[in-house]
């Protein structure tokens, strides 16, 4: 018992890192996913073409072989432009947050398309034929009906991230598993209590999530 | 190492390496078991004389040791020109089966498993720059030392402000502080630069430092000096002398290699005294030398733990 006091300091930085990692993301992923969603939606080939290629690749490629090619593979290309301010872009920060973003951009702007297709069409016609332009129908109409569709799937996803997020430990980030590693590879004897603490904590992070996320849904419907 | 994961959390990750670790352990002892009809991949020597007995192996005949030949050069490692398995601890395995008149089998195992694995009885030993910690002291046996090992530092060979400093320099962990320095997951360079607060660590796992060290993200890197002989000396098939960095100050803190064993196995202190009976032979007849000098790997720290 007193290890684990001892090394809970260690470990409450650990999830620290893992939340700013996310809640860097994920707002980055919800906003790219809104535009990928609307290019893929698109009735413009140069538009549509290259957001489903986007989304199709980054969803059928592992995050692990993703983590990889945009740390060392971006890095290095960086590196060799031999501009300091370039050279240096690309750290284990940087390259999990661009990793994490880029990987969920592709799967809410799935979320988002069926969030819209579950919109019946005649509201959008409705909205055409009273005079609001494409713009105004899709972000006064569209938009603040399927937010609630939306919420449940982004919230799953957010949970997900936050697990997800263990893969910036292989490229020597400092999150909640490579923490957890750390101190397993120094107690490889005894490792369970260290599985423990972290399983704990990525609980304590992801259950009261769900359940602001499900107050949250309530009232949104309530309110419609 | 797990490539092909993507929606899964650490908790399946790790259960699922522990249950292909203990599955995989199984299918080979299966395997191995009717060994009279499957070709094993064992490389091996043929059935020789008996200079040492092996009664403490769990299979009778076979030498089974637990190391990751995956970036496991100079240790144990896939030959790139033929994709055999090559390493200068291969050639103590294969030498020490020798002895016993037996044939050797390396069983792949993730280095952070391994102990894990051993505990599970997946192989006889585990021999992979193993060292004993206070840790390791409590499940595991230990083999009398057979290498000695430095902690070498390497910067990049371009960095002024280590242009003043040689590879005959002593230096210490002083040398690093204020530094950003990396190493291997599970080193004993990890536990050596978690001790100074002053030092910032990176730890990478499963690929080795040196590449972000070339690439400017790190200031040096601390490892064993038997790592550097491959990855940065260039001795080994394969190896490549990496001119973009270079090694400053003599090795330090030593530690010694030994062969680790099942301290709940019953057979442990049965085999643990076999295998020490063979070191001492090698040890006596010049083929730790030999091999130790082959692979860059030989100095005159090694006579100290009696390497003649």
């Given at each position: 018992m007193n290890l684990v006091w001892s090394v809970l300091p260690d470990f409450l930085v650990g999830l620290k890192n893992t939340i700013i990692l996310c809640v860097v993301s994920f707002p980055l992923a919800l906003l790219f996913g809104l535009l990928f969603a609307l290019m893929a939606g698109s009735r413009i080939l140069w538009l549509r073409g290259p957001a489903r290629i986007f989304i199709e690749v980054v969803r059928g490629t592992p995050i692990v072989a993703q983590i990889f090619i945009v740390y060392y593979g971006l890095g290095a290309l960086l590196v060799n432009t031999h501009n300091s301010f370039l050279a240096q872009l690309i750290t284990s920060w940087s390259a999990g947050i661009l990793t994490l973003a880029l990987n969920y951009t592709a799967y809410e702007a799935e979320v988002y398309r069926a969030g819209f297709s579950s919109i019946d069409k005649g509201q959008t016609e409705a909205a055409l034929s009273l005079g609001f332009s494409p713009l105004q129908s899709f972000f006064r109409v569209l938009l603040p009906q399927a937010i609630p569709v939306l919420i449940p799937p982004f919230v799953n996803?957010?949970?997900?991230?936050?697990?997800?997020?263990?893969?910036?430990?292989?490229?020597?980030?400092?999150?909640?598993?490579?923490?957890?590693?750390?101190?397993?590879?120094?107690?490889?004897s005894d490792p369970l209590p260290f599985y423990l603490i972290a399983i704990v904590l990525y609980l304590i992070l992801s259950l009261p999530i769900a359940y602001v996320a499900r107050y949250f849904e309530r009232r949104v419907r309530a309110a419609l | 190492m797990v490539y092909e994961l993507n929606r899964r959390t650490f908790i399946k990750r790790a259960g699922q390496a522990g249950a292909l670790v203990f599955a995989g352990g199984a299918l080979d002892a299966l395997l191995a078991a009717c060994g009279g009809n499957i070709s094993t991949p064992s490389t091996g020597k043929t059935q020789g004389t008996v200079t040492v007995q092996s009664k403490g192996l769990m299979l009778p005949g076979v030498l089974q040791w637990g190391a990751t030949s995956d970036d496991g050069a100079p240790y144990v490692y896939k030959d790139p020109s033929t994709g055999k398995l090559i390493g200068f601890e291969l050639e103590i395995a294969n030498a020490l089966a020798a002895l016993m008149g037996?044939?050797?089998k390396q069983i792949e195992t993730d280095y952070a498993q391994l102990e894990q694995a051993l505990q599970t009885n997946s192989f006889d030993m585990i021999m992979n720059g193993w060292e004993i910690t206070p840790d390791r002291q409590k499940v595991e046996l230990f083999s009398q030392p057979y290498y000695r090992n430095g902690q070498q530092i390497v910067v990049r060979a371009n960095d002024p402000r280590f242009s003043k400093y040689t590879a005959n320099d002593d230096l210490s962990l002083l040398n690093l502080q204020g530094l950003t320095v990396g190493t291997g997951a599970g080193y004993q360079a990890e536990d050596i630069l978690a001790s100074d607060p002053k030092i910032k660590l990176r730890t990478?796992?499963?690929?080795?430092?040196?590449?972000?060290?070339?690439?400017?993200?790190?200031?040096?890197?601390?490892?064993?000096?038997?790592?550097?002989?491959?990855?940065?000396?260039?001795?080994g098939a394969g190896a490549t002398v990496n001119k973009s960095l270079k090694i400053i100050g003599k090795p330090f803190e030593y530690s010694d290699y030994v062969v680790a064993f099942n301290k709940s196995s019953s057979s442990a202190k049965t085999l643990q005294n076999e295998i020490n009976q063979a070191i001492t032979i090698l040890k006596n007849n010049g083929t730790l030398q030999n091999i130790y000098k082959k692979w860059g790997l030989w100095n005159s720290v090694q006579s100290q733990i009696g390497v003649k």
């Amino acid at each position: 018992m007193n290890l684990v006091w001892s090394v809970l300091p260690d470990f409450l930085v650990g999830l620290k890192n893992t939340i700013i990692l996310c809640v860097v993301s994920f707002p980055l992923a919800l906003l790219f996913g809104l535009l990928f969603a609307l290019m893929a939606g698109s009735r413009i080939l140069w538009l549509r073409g290259p957001a489903r290629i986007f989304i199709e690749v980054v969803r059928g490629t592992p995050i692990v072989a993703q983590i990889f090619i945009v740390y060392y593979g971006l890095g290095a290309l960086l590196v060799n432009t031999h501009n300091s301010f370039l050279a240096q872009l690309i750290t284990s920060w940087s390259a999990g947050i661009l990793t994490l973003a880029l990987n969920y951009t592709a799967y809410e702007a799935e979320v988002y398309r069926a969030g819209f297709s579950s919109i019946d069409k005649g509201q959008t016609e409705a909205a055409l034929s009273l005079g609001f332009s494409p713009l105004q129908s899709f972000f006064r109409v569209l938009l603040p009906q399927a937010i609630p569709v939306l919420i449940p799937p982004f919230v799953n996803d957010f949970i997900y991230m936050l697990k997800d997020s263990a893969v910036v430990s292989i490229i020597a980030g400092t999150e909640l598993t490579a923490v957890l590693m750390f101190w397993v590879r120094r107690n490889a004897s005894d490792p369970l209590p260290f599985y423990l603490i972290a399983i704990v904590l990525y609980l304590i992070l992801s259950l009261p999530i769900a359940y602001v996320a499900r107050y949250f849904e309530r009232r949104v419907r309530a309110a419609l | 190492m797990v490539y092909e994961l993507n929606r899964r959390t650490f908790i399946k990750r790790a259960g699922q390496a522990g249950a292909l670790v203990f599955a995989g352990g199984a299918l080979d002892a299966l395997l191995a078991a009717c060994g009279g009809n499957i070709s094993t991949p064992s490389t091996g020597k043929t059935q020789g004389t008996v200079t040492v007995q092996s009664k403490g192996l769990m299979l009778p005949g076979v030498l089974q040791w637990g190391a990751t030949s995956d970036d496991g050069a100079p240790y144990v490692y896939k030959d790139p020109s033929t994709g055999k398995l090559i390493g200068f601890e291969l050639e103590i395995a294969n030498a020490l089966a020798a002895l016993m008149g037996i044939t050797q089998k390396q069983i792949e195992t993730d280095y952070a498993q391994l102990e894990q694995a051993l505990q599970t009885n997946s192989f006889d030993m585990i021999m992979n720059g193993w060292e004993i910690t206070p840790d390791r002291q409590k499940v595991e046996l230990f083999s009398q030392p057979y290498y000695r090992n430095g902690q070498q530092i390497v910067v990049r060979a371009n960095d002024p402000r280590f242009s003043k400093y040689t590879a005959n320099d002593d230096l210490s962990l002083l040398n690093l502080q204020g530094l950003t320095v990396g190493t291997g997951a599970g080193y004993q360079a990890e536990d050596i630069l978690a001790s100074d607060p002053k030092i910032k660590l990176r730890t990478y796992d499963p690929d080795l430092p040196f590449n972000d060290l070339a690439l400017g993200r790190i200031d040096a890197v601390l490892i064993d000096y038997s790592t550097v002989t491959y990855y940065v000396l260039g001795y080994g098939a394969g190896a490549t002398v990496n001119k973009s960095l270079k090694i400053i100050g003599k090795p330090f803190e030593y530690s010694d290699y030994v062969v680790a064993f099942n301290k709940s196995s019953s057979s442990a202190k049965t085999l643990q005294n076999e295998i020490n009976q063979a070191i001492t032979i090698l040890k006596n007849n010049g083929t730790l030398q030999n091999i130790y000098k082959k692979w860059g790997l030989w100095n005159s720290v090694q006579s100290q733990i009696g390497v003649k």
